[in-house]
């Protein structure tokens, strides 16, 4: 059965006076699928993150997200209805763990208050055990092996920050850079769009896209040697 299409980016083009940010970048995200954003720095990866968040307008395209127009909402509207997203330069607590920095996030979206705390009634006790519950089982899926990084440290500083994303449980979630490598051997995303000055210039499966001449001239500056 197909899945649904969950976001729909059709011919966007940011500029900035005479600069071009981007140059009709369209593709599409169906529910359920990963979906990495590469390219060489200035390559157009945050503009385009910035539109998707509403923190900049296009000057020409469409953002559709479940088949309604994300133009039309303002930045402090997005989050209600399901897009959420980390940012390249994190805020989080530097001497805490991981762990401590999203259960530190979850609890602004609880009901507790300071007499309720101060007293610790037994429905905040459930409250701190069900986020405790949670921050767990969301880490164990981040894969960190058991392990919690102190926040300051990477790659602690980028799983807090997707830690605390995934807390509020969107339907889109955007990373921004969640792990340095450009297309890892080892890609977790289902596919890959790859951008060059603000233009497309691949799209595909992980394997697909890594041997992409365009691709490997953007990073490498020359088409790669044939394997022997």
């Not at 940011?14 to 970048?25: M, N, P, Q, S, Y």
């Not at 953002?63 to 209600?80: Q, W």
């Not at 926040?151 to 994303?165: C, D, M, R, V």
């Not at 977790?188 to 992409?212: H, N, T, W």
Request: with cysteine; aromatic share 6%.
């Amino acid at each position: 059965m197909p899945r649904a299409t969950l976001l729909e980016v059709r011919d966007v083009a940011v500029r900035f006076g005479g600069i071009v940010a981007l140059d009709g970048v369209s593709f599409e995200l169906q529910e359920g699928q990963i979906l990495g954003l590469i390219g060489p720095n200035g390559a157009g990866k945050t503009t385009l993150f910035n539109c998707l968040s509403r923190l900049y307008t296009p000057n020409r395209g469409a953002i559709l997200f479940e088949g309604s127009s994300l133009l039309d909402r303002a930045p402090h509207r997005i989050a209600e209805i399901g897009i959420a997203r980390t940012f390249q330069n994190l805020a989080l607590f530097r001497t805490m763990t991981v762990a401590d920095n999203i259960r530190v996030g979850a609890h602004g979206r609880t009901r507790s208050d300071f007499v309720s705390d101060a007293l610790h009634l037994p429905w905040v006790r459930r409250q701190e055990e069900a986020i405790a519950a949670a921050v767990t089982e969301l880490l164990d899926g981040l894969d960190t092996g058991g392990r919690r990084f102190p926040a300051a440290q990477s790659p602690g500083q980028h799983l807090g920050g997707i830690g605390e994303t995934f807390t509020d449980q969107p339907l889109l979630a955007i990373a921004h850079e969640p792990q340095r490598p450009p297309l890892p051997d080892e890609s977790i995303s289902d596919k890959v769009v790859a951008l060059d000055f603000g233009r497309k210039i691949a799209e595909g499966p992980p394997a697909s896209v890594q041997q992409d001449e365009e691709v490997i001239r953007a990073y490498l500056g020359k088409p790669r040697a044939p394997v022997q």
